[in-house]
Structures are given as structure tokens and as C-alpha cells.
């Protein structure tokens, strides 16, 4: 009898597994209240916030224990092309253009626990199509276009105290980049400058220097870029004919590629992480610019 017990759990834990393995690694899971696209995307206590974007100033959380999205106070200035970071429980929403398609300079924070939003501060260069992180406790904002059109510049903020440091710029300026924290370090990626490009430079903020690292296989702009499972993402953007995902090994300095995500060709969606598993929010389907609901959950490779 405990033999065939013992064979039953064996047999129930290979299933179990079986089924993990055949688990696609995208899923479709619940979709946006409204559609979204030119937007950023930030993770905050256990939450993924979808802030801004083209037309509006929508601001949607999205659970991923229950799979829901919840409609939250708008953000106070309408705008496209910003980019989002959170520190703490606090969410810091940064430059963009306006409904006028001007350039905006203000900076505004999400309390997650009042659900309130309050004017922070401005930025020192204004910029829109630009990148932001969080790493150390501080946020650094990187790249994107000002009045004199693609940037370098690399501005670090300071939520305790409010003010802001300027780093060594990036040797590369462009916009429409990504950029993300990983081992301490912080990797710039692709963008326009005025084309597509395939950079990618690593910041360390120990002595405010950048190095260069292993291009990508494929230049992009208006793409995602994750961290995930000790590794770099990079999924889909402004690529002509595909949808393209590939893996950087920070160790070797090397990139893997993978399979393409499935659907339509996907840009300037929102990006974030949760548990180890990307999401992709929003975004412009690239044969017709339109806005889908659509959010995937992307499962990566080890």
C-alpha cells in the first residue's frame, strides 16, 4: 500500500510539472479599463500602475494575485511620453508633452496609501520620450528629447530631500530608450538617435561612470526592457516585421535571442515587473497606431 501511495505522489508531482512546462510563456491576462499607449508603467507595493499616456491622464493598478485592474484619481497634468519610478510607497511621475505637445518639466507623486496625487518638483532639463528608474533609494532620469532635441543628460533625484544631482550624461544621447537596474548597476538601451539603435551602456552610481556593453541584436526604440530571473529583457517596440525578444547575461556581456511574443506587433507599451514575470500593458499596434485594452504576462527563460 505505501508503495502505491508513493507511486501516486510521483506520479502527481511529474504531472504537476508536465503542466508547468506546457504553461505558454505568454498569456493574455485581464484587461485595462481603457486603452492606453505613450504611457509609463511602474511596480509599487505588490502593484502594477499604469500612469499617463497619449490624450489622457488615466492612472489604473492592476493586482496580479487577483487579476483585476482598478481605475485611481487621474494624474493632474494630462500628459504622453513620461516615465515613472517608485521609491517606498510613493510613485514619482516625470516630464512627458502636454496636450499641446509641449515639453513639461513638472513632477508629480502617488501616495499608493492616501491614493492622492501633489506636485513634487520640476525637472532641471524638461524632457519627454525619456527613461526613468529607481536604485539606491534615489531615482535617476535619463535621456529622452528637450527643446534642443535628443538628450544625454542623466539627473538623479533625491525623494528624501526633494533635490537633484546631475551625473555624468550618457556617452549616447537618444530618446525613446529603456533603461533598467541590475546587480548595482544601471543599463541604457537602444532608443533613437535619430534612428533606431542597438546601444547599450552600463552606469554604475558608485563612481558615476558609464561603460560600454554588448550592442543589441536588434536596434529599437519604444520597446520594454525588464530584469527578471538575473537577466535583461528586451521585447518587441518600433521594429519593422517582428516582435522580437531577447535575453542579455549581464556575466558574459552576451545576448541570447529568443522566440517572438505572439499577437500584433507591439510599441510604446508600459513595462513592469512582478514576482519574476513581465507585464506589458497597453502600448500602439504598429500596423494601425491604435491603442489595444490588451495586457500580457510574460513567463521568461531561465
Not at 16 to 45: G, I, M
Not at 77 to 94: E, K, L, M, S, W
Not at 270 to 289: H, K, M, P, S
Amino acid at each position: 500500500m505505501r508503495a502505491i501511495c508513493l507511486t501516486l505522489i510521483v506520479s502527481i508531482a511529474a504531472a504537476a510539472t508536465a503542466a508547468a512546462q506546457l504553461e505558454p510563456r505568454w498569456k493574455p491576462v485581464a484587461k485595462l479599463n481603457s486603452p492606453q499607449q505613450y504611457h509609463a508603467c511602474v511596480t509599487a507595493d505588490g502593484k502594477i500602475y499604469a500612469l499617463g499616456g497619449y490624450g489622457q491622464g488615466a492612472c489604473e493598478r492592476y493586482d496580479p494575485e487577483n487579476d483585476t485592474w482598478s481605475l485611481l484619481p487621474q494624474i493632474p497634468t494630462q500628459r504622453a511620453f513620461p516615465a515613472a519610478a517608485a521609491v517606498g510607497r510613493r510613485i514619482y511621475v516625470f516630464g512627458g508633452l502636454d496636450d499641446k505637445q509641449k515639453t513639461v518639466a513638472v513632477v508629480e507623486c502617488f501616495d499608493v496609501d492616501r491614493q492622492a496625487w501633489q506636485s513634487c518638483c520640476e525637472l532641471p532639463t524638461p524632457r519627454n520620450r525619456l527613461a526613468a528608474l529607481a536604485i539606491h533609494e534615489k531615482i535617476l532620469v535619463l535621456g529622452g528629447m528637450d527643446k534642443d532635441g535628443d538628450s544625454a543628460a542623466v539627473e538623479e533625484f533625491d525623494p528624501a530631500t526633494g533635490r537633484w544631482t546631475s551625473r555624468a550624461p550618457m556617452p549616447s544621447a537618444r530618446h525613446g530608450l529603456s533603461a533598467v537596474a541590475i546587480d548595482g548597476k544601471v543599463l541604457a538601451l537602444g532608443g533613437y538617435g535619430p534612428r533606431p539603435v542597438a546601444t547599450v551602456e552600463e552606469y554604475d552610481p558608485a563612481n558615476d561612470r558609464w561603460t560600454k556593453k554588448a550592442d543589441m541584436p536588434t536596434p529599437r526604440g519604444f520597446f520594454g526592457a525588464a530584469a527578471a530571473k538575473g537577466y535583461v529583457f528586451a521585447i518587441a517596440g518600433r521594429v519593422p516585421g517582428g516582435r522580437p525578444v531577447e535575453r542579455f547575461d549581464p556575466g558574459s556581456d552576451s545576448w541570447k535571442r529568443l522566440d517572438p511574443m505572439p499577437g500584433e506587433i507591439l510599441n510604446r507599451f508600459g513595462i513592469a515587473v512582478f514576482d519574476e514575470r513581465i507585464y506589458l500593458v497597453g502600448g500602439e499596434r504598429q500596423q494601425d497606431e491604435s491603442a489595444p485594452f490588451k495586457v500580457w504576462r510574460y513567463e521568461p527563460e531561465k
